[in-house]
Nanobody
Framework: QVQLVESGGGLVQAGESLRLSCAAS????????MAWYRQAPGKQRELVAT???????NYADSVKGRFTISRDNAKNTVYLQMNSLKPEDTHVYYC??????????????WGQGTQVTVSS
């Protein structure tokens, strides 16, 4: 059993910062690529940022220069530092991880989501 637990969401004003965390737990052998997605009500989930195990990163154009994804492989944790937040960044943020378990091989897991609300 693998769980991804997110934390760090909340309500902030435009221009402020938040840091999201997502920790994977369970009988994990190895965590590969990790990512952050976000979803607004009535809209499709969209990719925000990805990071490989060797910390190669990629970002959506809408967050480049403002958000930074990072990870700690020893803790099976991924972070999303969000600076200069805008009202349009208001979404539920989900983490996603490619986890290898000896019993079932590679499988993608999702966190439960954390709400980020940015007021103008």
């Amino acid at each position: 059993q693998v769980q991804l637990v997110e934390s760090g969401g909340g309500l902030v004003q435009a221009g402020e910062s938040l840091r999201l965390s997502c920790a994977a737990s369970g009988r994990i052998f190895r965590v590969g690529d990790m990512a952050w997605y976000r979803q607004a009500p009535g809209k499709q989930r969209e990719l925000v940022a990805t990071i490989t195990r060797s910390s190669i990163t990629n970002y959506a154009d809408s967050v480049k220069g403002r958000f930074t994804i990072s990870r700690d492989n020893a803790k099976n944790t991924v972070y999303l530092q969000m600076n200069s937040l805008k009202p349009e960044d208001t979404h539920v943020y989900y983490c996603n991880a490619d986890v290898y378990l000896p019993s079932r091989g590679n499988h993608y897991y999702w966190g439960q989501g954390t709400q980020v609300t940015v007021s103008s």
